[in-house]
């Protein structure tokens, strides 16, 4: 597993905490504790797998006997029918941890096959897709790595490790050149700046001020074609705002170096795959 | 605020943590400390409102100076360009706290919505709409609130809170009979019993077994009507597996008492509201 | 162990914390840390046996080499001089261990043990013998698991998995009748209400309402046989309040559902059990 | 409070958390959020208070709207019948936090009224009553603190401050004398040795090794009389081991220094106090 | 306050629950809880105030009717004798947060004093003067905030906010080369990339490589000025290794754009405050 | 480790939180995940060493196939070019815990290294040399544990474990006599009593009052010695205030019994050991 092991398990503890409470009063009462049971996830759908590790992991936690094979690895692409892993332990366990096991596979895997749709819908160009910071409460890591095995890049983790200027910063600074010197100050120097723009003039002065990346906030893709010519690669170029499946590949089309969307993490499907007991 | 605010308070404090880091270099470092401004909620779309009080509390963790006005509460129909809450604190913790309080009140406010558009599909029918414990991690409660606040129901919080017998229990006791008597002489009288059925010769043993709950997994509708005959008021009746915008509507009609759907909490899209400051 | 490790785990370490601080000054300043020992379990009266896997697991946690032999399990009847079990590992971590292991198990035995003489005392009638809420603070799911390992049965864990009308409830909407008929508009369909009566015509209105349990509450035997005879099998009855060792028997006699007890759980006697180091 | 808030918080905060889960289904349901009510607390017997700063802290922590007046303090003795707090808040959350203040408040005030019985059984004479470390897990501070406020006194907190020499100790050092030395050599001048012993014999060896304080083990009242003869003013004095309301003050007569018994913590019976609403 | 209040916070609940336990023994039975002091913070050395929110924050978190009057900010020049605060509260109290908010205070002005001394030896030439990674466990943020008060910058955060390739890197990827290739085809566009280098050979091929950052790692200073030449501004260059009071003005007049310093955190002198009461 | 293991690895999960954040984008990303190295830990100055079992439990807790061979105990003394520990697990796991367990190691050897310094230049006296209350927020058992490690002795560990009377509770009481009393009469009897003293009219009283302890709070050698003379026995004594590496062998042979100092902990010089990866 590349996330750290005890920030997984703090995850998994607390889903478990909120699913199991404190007993589970239909197996702990009818099944034997010593009962064991093979079983197996099964892919429902075609698409990219992700948090097989986690799942398992929910297991691993409650059941130290747990055994397991895993035939899909995070990134893998999976079709429907595909069987992604194989595992025994206690019935009683494995009937807890089913729930929370397939809750966090199925968001993490619906992550990362829409991630990879637009991935491929982009082929052939420069773009980059990247996520955003609008992630669900405790599990951004999670969401932020999923991205990563869609074939998705990550945008800032969190506000401490790239900067982002938007109006009201520009504006308690006077201008994006006042803004971006000011900073350039403070900042140390392994922290990029990026500035938001919203018509050209602000692209040629952000670009004149040396920041690092310039956002195209929701311009049209002319706009953003004149944008990109200004900067002339004096900056990194990301488009944002209103980005869809549908017109993804037209804005990548524009030579943007990053397209950035929020709904890769903020509206997420969850991919069906289920647990089968045999 | 329904929900305890001392769980609350987890919640967002672990979303802060994972979005601030230790400091805001955009805002921290280019704003004074000491600015205030104004700032309000505003909804791009129409739909049902939840997470306000969530929302406002993000802020009021940040900032003791922190003042609000409410327009708009949890279960409130929301139009486009409605202004749900206007407020005013520290710039710099307006900034630091927009993210967090934005992913929690787009997520809650998504799901009440898309519940609610189930629920006016059910209009005039017999059946109550409710969640499943098919949730993200930490935030059931978050997410099984908005579900109320969409005109749904909750089905079970936890494995503690209700029976619910599938195949592997009802092995374990060879059958749905023994499973029921098993249970009901360890269970406490506050515990309900569900058993899952998948033909009607379950139904039929489920019922005469003295299931208070009796789920008609994945049946048709014909099925589900034939089954409710058979049942004939010894049990509620739950509609379960597959159901969609599409075909609740006929789903309700068979005169079942519940639908239960997992996208509600599992595949939720954000509700799109801004912050806008002044 | 039913209850789940991570639960049981977090409570053990509170406690560990608590008792160790930092160094074992004694043990760790005079000892060996190789130093290896042998101990066993020993039962200073007869009883019920509650929390031996906890017990065994305080050690796990200190000592990765810990090994065991268990000869009781939870539930079992032992008696005074019984070996309960036998246990090697370091014996500095023995020592450190010895004090929060018996705190937990004697105060898991005490509740069984005391559950236990309630059940017996009721057999051959109908009544279920019940917890309540009044439980100590962070460990109501361990108080409530003892309970049914003497042989009673759970009422409901908490505020939100059953509801419980009381007078301020009830007076919030005019009526038995109108709250009832209010919370089952609101309520989901694994739910319960139970009712808390104080006089027949209560009774009486609770059972027409549609009460699921109706609380008999501080009532005489004769009082509670009349209820019951009102009642009529439309409801579940429990008994509360008052209630002892010496009344439980004719209590049960009226023929009542349920009699619950708070006293199980907040007035427990610790059961004797030793840890010897051989 | 003397008791640290913030460590009283968390332990309210996990009582709160278990018997609330997410929403108190009665109350929340039926009852106005704004609604507003007064209730009391009265004493349903005779003993000492203890613990009304925690039981009023459950309600400030759900309500920051709460008020209230307090008529009696910790360690003052109660009346049957008396009025002991008048409050008020929001009707909703008194109800969620009535069943987690009355728990605590009733089971510190066990200790405080059970401790204090026994101190006035010792009145006259030389003996200190004093708890041990047989506590409940996550609570001990609370209990230690309802000690003091019954007019008992604490023994060691845990085990790094003071040390306790039992047989395991001794053996492995050879000897008492060579145990108190190395001891001595190793320990902050902070912190004292007790000694425990079974007979005269170690009674006399524990007092040449210059133990501060010698633990007389399950010793009859003769054999301890003597024990105090030969240890002579060279160290304190605990009896411990069997001691009972009934022979308390028999033990108190021999002229030992220190009583402890583990019985105040570990056998608790819940003082009744109701509350009340108006 | 620019470190978000419940970070630091956390810091400090834990810090004084080391240093408390549960009551005070000196402070709680001596003096009346009711007792209210004045007391101040004085300067007993030349240096840069850092953490002065942060330790009025302690006494704060212990008492709510807590005042204070600040006249020095983090960042400010403080010479000996400077009233630093004043303050009142509940004396017992005072007394318990004294120990915690010194060892707060003191740690964090130690820090911003020594980082200012660095900072003034490299006026006037290029030098930024960074932390490292090299802190003390839980309190990183509370270290680099210290760091920016006393004139330095941050370096990188964690492991996830800039990439920094030593051998062991480099190795997997054959060469500086291929590894940045690598590297640079899977980071997000808002990280920069950091190369290791220890000979003029390795800085070559860093700085044609694309490096954004290349450290000079423990180089003399006639190699780091041929470095630079070579670098010729491709990349940023940053001396680390073996840098100390004694050479750092030798080392900033290299020409080098960042000197990173481990000592600025991890070998730490206290900055000298006391705490006084009236 | 006789530190308990659940309370190190509490600290080392927040310094790896700290560190790491999600991914390690250097070695994740570059490194196969299945790659396995050697490492080993080399002194590189001569000292004491502590926090070994602290810096392997790092490894063990990030790579469950972690395997050690330790060459050094906690207090060892170590020579510049000593192999510390020998040990291989999986390159990335390596990689991402080497700064935190680094961290720690050089951190506790640091202050084993300073105590024994300190230690070896009272040899021959009679005075013990401890630590104070001025540590680290959440390290703080981890630091006095390296004091001991280092030959020091550890005083008080918190506010709870031995009283020390200042100015303020003494004038709260009228007199260092009444302060003496008033404490004795509720102090537990494993509870010693230290008093603070300024000058010899101080000590005079406290020896009388029959303070266990008596603190000589910045007092010349002159004073002191005089001090030790009126006491004459009826105390342990300590010298605390501005003591130095320079000025102790002379504080030292006064005859005091203790010498406490506070730099010890609060200004701590990092012991440079590295990590070399084969």
């Given at each position: 597993m590349i996330l750290p092991a005890?920030?997984?398990d703090d995850i998994i503890k607390r889903a478990l905490a909120e699913d199991i409470n404190y007993v589970d009063i239909s197996a702990d009462y009818l099944i034997d504790e010593k009962q064991r049971n093979h079983a197996y996830f099964i892919a429902k759908a075609d698409g990219v797998l992700c948090g097989i590790d986690v799942a398992m992991r929910v297991f691993e936690l409650l059941d130290p006997s747990f055994e397991k094979k895993v035939y899909c690895r995070d990134g893998d692409k999976i079709?429907?029918?595909?069987?992604i892993a194989d595992f025994s332990g206690r019935t009683t366990l494995l009937l807890k941890g089913e729930r929370t096991a397939l809750n966090l596979l199925q968001h993490m895997s619906g992550i990362a096959t829409a991630t990879n749709e637009i991935v491929k819908l982009c082929e052939g160009t420069n773009a980059q897709i990247t996520d955003t910071r609008k992630t669900l409460p405790s599990i951004r890591a999670l969401q932020k790595y999923a991205v990563t095995c869609g074939g998705g890049k990550n945008?800032?983790?969190?506000?401490?490790?790239?900067?982002?200027?938007?109006?009201?910063?520009?504006?308690?600074?006077?201008?994006i050149t006042g803004a971006v010197e000011k900073l350039r100050s403070k900042l140390g120097h392994t922290?990029?700046?990026e500035v938001e723009t919203r018509d050209l003039k602000e692209v040629k002065e952000a670009a004149e001020a040396g920041a690092d990346i310039i956002m195209l906030d929701n311009m049209d893709c002319d706009t953003m074609r004149e944008a990109i010519k200004i900067i002339d690669g004096r900056a990194r170029t990301e488009a944002s705002g209103g980005i869809t499946k549908e017109?993804?590949?037209?804005?990548?089309?524009?030579g943007v170096d990053?397209?950035?969307?929020?709904?890769?993490?903020h509206s997420v499907k969850a991919f069906d795959i289920s647990m089968k007991m045999k």
């Open positions: 005890f920030y997984v079709k429907k029918g595909d069987i945008h800032r983790f969190n506000l401490s490790d790239c900067a982002m200027l938007k109006d009201n910063h520009i504006d308690a600074c006077g201008s922290t990029k700046i017109n993804v590949r037209e804005v990548a089309e524009t990053i397209i950035s969307l929020g709904a890769l993490t």
